[in-house]
């Protein structure tokens, strides 16, 4: 018992819980190490006793699990996420055939959703994405030709929780309704008039211009435009969809009242923002039925996961509604790919740094909610790790994982391109991982509390895929 209590003080975040936390924490330890859940359960039930053994645990130790997680819980601030607002049905209508529509591309050979895959939970299953030129899709994807993308395709829940996107957080909107992008000014007010679901409506104005994710390098009008160009890029996509007269309809009905000379590519992002915010809500997790008051939502081994999640230092980062404090912090990881970096070192990332110019922001990068994690690697900036057990695991001696990175693991069309920055990164690695250890139990429980935060509903989204879109090209299926 004096080693459990020692380990739980060593993996503890700086501020200790409260006394009458820490009891009810020793108190469920106690009895799971005594296995009260053999001889000690009562002859005559009471109310959740049968219940509580078939979800594995006695009804005592049960009890004492349950209140713990719960005032962990409300310590940490995690809470019920938010409802998703309201979305026209006629939005959310244009807003899919948007995602899915590969004329959003310079070479019209890429959607939205080639790299968000209903089918891979909005992600595309690979360690960095295969952007405009590619062949195939999801892990098959080849690239015939095709560009690298330098990170990893981020899954697209519950984006109405989510104040800032990308993970570098370049994207976002803050308290007073300003709108923090990389266009600056060129995102002007008639833009962010028509944007009504914060950073969610603007983020799809970015992937458009990138050359290597949509935009191209060759063999269209939209690639023989500048760099810097962004707003004749967003013309003329938006003259290219009011071409087509099914769009000129969608867009008629989505936006009631407004000239269709008016509309800028602003309606069409926010119309797509719309389309995911509807569909993509997702609140029905064990996890959700437990914050709801349901004692027998979570399994034994998921209650005593959360407990261990709840009282080690993962959820100093991962809280909130989301799993996430919309934060950006350095958690020691491996870079590879094309990188997002400058001169002399531009296959490195920089992260946050790359937004705010801060050395303090160097390999910083924004805390991934954990909302239906487990259906969403590979995980970290560049898919780093293809296994959720692994990427949990990376936290016990971070410093010792990256030094000894299996590059193996990721997609082999990357292999040889690891950066030796290793240095640098522990330099400014987060300080709350360090002299972390989590033994190998503790990872077991923390990967299937992992499982207790998937809402079944988000298992199988094939059905969001149209049968066809305006334009008439394939839709990726």
Same mark, same amino acid.
């Given at each position: 018992?004096?080693?459990v #209590?020692?380990?739980?003080?060593?993996?503890?975040?700086?501020?200790?819980?409260?006394?009458p936390?820490?009891? @009810?924490?020793?108190?469920?330890?106690?009895?799971?190490?005594? /296995?009260?859940?053999?001889?000690?359960?009562p002859?005559?039930?009471?109310? &959740?006793?049968v219940?509580?053994?078939?979800r594995?645990?006695?009804?005592?130790t049960? #009890?004492?699990?349950?209140?713990q997680?719960?005032?962990?819980?409300?310590?940490?601030?995690?809470?019920?996420?938010?409802?998703?607002?309201?979305?026209?049905?006629?939005?959310?209508?244009?807003?899919?055939?948007?995602?899915?529509d590969?004329?959003?591309?310079?070479? #019209?050979?890429?959607?939205?959703?080639?790299?968000h895959?209903?089918?891979?939970a909005?992600g595309?299953?690979r360690?960095?994405?295969i952007?405009?030129?590619?062949?195939?899709?999801?892990p098959?994807?080849q690239?015939?030709?095709?560009?690298?993308i330098?990170?990893?395709?981020?899954?697209?829940?519950?984006?109405?929780?989510?104040?800032?996107?990308?993970?570098? %957080?370049?994207?976002?909107?803050?308290? @007073?309704?300003?709108?923090?992008?990389?266009?600056?000014?060129?995102?002007?007010?008639?833009m962010?008039r028509?944007l009504?679901f914060?950073?969610?409506?603007?983020? /799809?104005?970015?992937?458009v211009?990138?050359?290597?994710?949509?935009?191209?390098?060759s063999?269209n009008e939209l690639?023989? *435009?500048? !760099?810097?160009?962004?707003?004749?890029?967003?013309? &003329?996509?938006?003259?290219?969809l009011?071409?087509?007269?099914?769009?000129?309809?969608? =867009?008629? !009905?989505?936006?009631p /009242?407004?000239?269709?000379?008016k509309?800028?590519?602003a309606?069409?992002?926010?119309?797509?923002? %719309?389309?995911l915010?509807?569909?993509?809500?997702?609140?029905?997790?064990?996890w959700?039925? =437990?914050?709801? /008051?349901?004692?027998?939502a *979570?399994t034994?081994?998921?209650?005593?996961?959360?407990?261990s =999640? *709840?009282?080690l230092?993962?959820?100093?980062?991962?809280?909130?509604?989301?799993?996430?404090?919309?934060q950006?912090?350095?958690?020691?990881?491996?870079?590879?790919g094309?990188?997002?970096g400058?001169?002399p070192?531009?296959?490195?990332? =920089?992260?946050?740094?790359?937004?705010?110019g !801060?050395?303090?922001?160097?390999?910083?990068?924004?805390?991934?909610?954990l909302?239906?994690?487990?259906?969403? %690697?590979?995980?970290?900036?560049? %898919?780093q790790?293809?296994?959720?057990?692994?990427?949990?695991?990376?936290?016990?001696?971070?410093?010792?994982?990256?030094?000894?990175?299996?590059? $193996?693991q990721?997609?082999?069309?990357?292999?040889?391109?690891?950066?030796?920055?290793?240095?640098?990164?522990l330099?400014s690695?987060d300080?709350?991982?360090?002299?972390?250890?989590?033994?190998?139990?503790?990872?077991?429980? *923390? $990967?299937t509390?992992?499982?207790a935060?998937? !809402?079944p509903?988000?298992?199988?989204?094939?059905?969001?895929?149209?049968a066809h879109?305006?334009?008439g090209?394939?839709v990726?299926?």
């Amino acid at each position: 018992m004096d080693g459990v #209590r020692h380990a739980a003080q060593r993996l503890a975040p700086r501020q200790a819980p409260r006394q009458p936390i820490v009891r @009810t924490l020793l108190l469920a330890v106690t009895l799971a190490a005594a /296995g009260a859940c053999s001889t000690d359960a009562p002859t005559s039930p009471v109310p &959740g006793a049968v219940a509580s053994r078939a979800r594995g645990l006695d009804y005592v130790t049960r #009890r004492a699990l349950v209140q713990q997680v719960r005032a962990l819980a409300a310590k940490r601030g995690i809470v019920p996420l938010p409802p998703a607002p309201p979305v026209r049905p006629a939005l959310a209508r244009l807003g899919q055939k948007l995602a899915f529509d590969k004329i959003l591309s310079g070479n #019209r050979d890429i959607a939205c959703m080639t790299c968000h895959l209903p089918q891979f939970a909005t992600g595309d299953q690979r360690s960095l994405s295969i952007g405009t030129g590619g062949r195939g899709l999801g892990p098959s994807r080849q690239l015939a030709g095709g560009v690298i993308i330098p990170r990893n395709a981020p899954a697209l829940f519950n984006l109405h929780a989510l104040p800032a996107l990308f993970w570098d %957080g370049r994207v976002s909107r803050d308290a @007073t309704g300003a709108f923090h992008t990389p266009a600056g000014a060129k995102l002007t007010p008639e833009m962010t008039r028509a944007l009504e679901f914060g950073a969610a409506s603007a983020q /799809g104005l970015f992937p458009v211009l990138s050359r290597a994710e949509m935009r191209g390098t060759s063999g269209n009008e939209l690639a023989a *435009l500048p !760099d810097t160009a962004d707003g004749a890029i967003w013309r &003329g996509l938006m003259r290219r969809l009011l071409r087509i007269p099914r769009y000129r309809e969608l =867009f008629r !009905d989505a936006y009631p /009242g407004k000239r269709l000379d008016k509309l800028n590519l602003a309606y069409a992002t926010n119309a797509i923002a %719309g389309f995911l915010i509807s569909n993509l809500e997702f609140n029905q997790s064990p996890w959700d039925r =437990f914050l709801a /008051g349901d004692d027998d939502a *979570l399994t034994g081994d998921q209650l005593r996961g959360a407990a261990s =999640f *709840l009282t080690l230092k993962c959820s100093v980062c991962h809280n909130g509604s989301t799993f996430s404090d919309n934060q950006f912090h350095d958690v020691a990881l491996a870079q590879f790919g094309p990188g997002e970096g400058v001169q002399p070192n531009v296959h490195d990332d =920089f992260g946050r740094y790359n937004v705010t110019g !801060d050395p303090r922001d160097a390999y910083r990068f924004r805390t991934t909610p954990l909302r239906n994690v487990e259906l969403t %690697g590979p995980y970290g900036h560049a %898919g780093q790790f293809k296994v959720l057990r692994d990427f949990i695991a990376h936290y016990s001696q971070s410093d010792v994982k990256l030094r000894t990175y299996d590059a $193996t693991q990721i997609d082999p069309i990357l292999f040889g391109t690891l950066v030796d920055n290793t240095s640098a990164v522990l330099a400014s690695r987060d300080t709350l991982l360090a002299g972390v250890v989590i033994p190998d139990s503790t990872i077991d429980r *923390l $990967t299937t509390y992992m499982g207790a935060l998937t !809402d079944p509903r988000a298992r199988d989204l094939r059905h969001l895929v149209p049968a066809h879109v305006p334009s008439g090209l394939p839709v990726d299926p």
